[in-house]
């Protein structure tokens, strides 16, 4: 089955202690993005990636990092957690057809106390 | 700076109606056009999209009309279904499709 998976959907961490959110897809898309989703801000873009070695912020990228060793995986690092990342976020990856929209991962929900 | 403005949270319809969302946006070099919907415990899954040089994209009970001078959007689900139900996400972006833009959100509710 085409699918992102992302890990863990549920983490709740302490201010400071660095954490890895892994994204995984086996659709061999090119593309790749982070999102966050808060209330009242729909989802905004962290980081994307256009393909192995290839990335570039979005619209929030601070405290956060990505990379792309991989074309099937592209995990984001939380280097310090804070509490202001509280929030849901999302994995997504597409194909080169710019008709087509992201397929996300089913989310992982974040808490940082 | 949002970019992407979808000002109804929500939107309550009756089973077998017209539900119409709406969507608008300030960025006049974006190419495409989305819509996503999204239930609870799930990641957005992707509905229909628009590019720019039309005004109209049909699929099944889904149609998506795009107004470029009045940078609006409009999502169209006729007959509504109890299904239906859920928060449907407007984005945009440019040509590559990856810096995409997305709207705060509708929650849709069709009541049987």
């Known amino acids: 089955e085409a699918q992102v998976t992302q890990n863990p959907r549920y983490l709740i961490t302490v201010t400071g202690k660095k954490l890895t959110v892994t994204c995984s897809q086996n659709m061999n898309h090119e593309y790749m993005s982070w999102y966050r989703q808060d209330p009242g801000l729909g989802l905004r873009q962290i980081y994307y990636?256009?393909?192995?070695?290839?990335?570039d912020k979005g619209d929030v990228p601070e405290g956060y990092k990505v990379s792309r060793k991989e074309k099937r995986n592209f995990p984001l690092i939380l280097e310090s957690p804070s509490p202001n990342q509280t929030s849901l976020y999302f994995c997504?990856?597409?194909?080169?057809?710019?008709?087509?929209?992201?397929?996300f991962g089913s989310g992982t929900r974040l808490t940082v106390v | 700076d949002q970019q992407v403005k979808q000002n109804s949270p929500s939107l309550s319809v009756q089973e077998g109606r017209i539900s119409i969302l709406n969507c608008d946006y300030t960025?006049?070099?974006?190419?495409?056009f989305l819509w996503y919907k999204k239930y609870p415990a799930e990641g957005p899954t992707f509905l229909i999209s628009?590019?720019?040089?039309?005004d109209k994209n049909e699929d099944g009970r889904f149609t998506v009309f795009l107004n470029k001078s009045a940078k609006h959007l409009s999502l169209h689900i006729v007959p509504s279904q109890p299904g239906d139900s859920a928060v449907y996400f407007c984005a945009a972006s440019g040509f590559n499709n990856n810096d995409m833009r997305f709207g705060a959100g509708t929650r849709l509710t069709v009541k049987p």
């Open positions: 960025n006049s070099m974006f190419d495409y």
């Open positions: 990636s256009m393909n192995v070695e290839v990335t």
């Open positions: 997504a990856s597409k194909g080169s057809s710019a008709n087509y929209g992201y397929t």
């Open positions: 628009i590019s720019s040089i039309k």
